[in-house]
């Protein structure tokens, strides 16, 4: 097993925050709310396909109905998993809010 020097460490790599470039907080609003639209169509999407699969089986047409069901719990899935982070930043931006300044 080889022994390396510390001189030989970047410090890039131990902290990798350090060697990224800083963005400025109209960038960093722009980026979080890109991100944020994405994941809301992103269930959207889901939910859509739920309905689209649903809507086929009442019409009788061939689907197959496990993946209708893992469609629907996809969609399930999704959604609650985005009003449990939805209700983790209102409780984070409430106690934000009542700290003493």
Known sequence: MAI???SLFNP???NPAA?????SVSEAQHNFGDFLKSAIESVNQDQKASD???DKLV?????E???IMIASQKASITLNTTLEIRNKVVEAYQ???RMPV
């Open 4 to 6: 390396e020097s510390i």
């Open 52 to 54: 689209v699969l649903t």
């Open 95 to 97: 106690e934000i809010m």
């Open 19 to 23: 060697s990224t470039p800083k963005t």
């Open 65 to 67: 109905l496990h993946d």
């Open 59 to 63: 019409r009788g047409e061939d689907v």
């Open 12 to 14: 890039a790599q131990i």
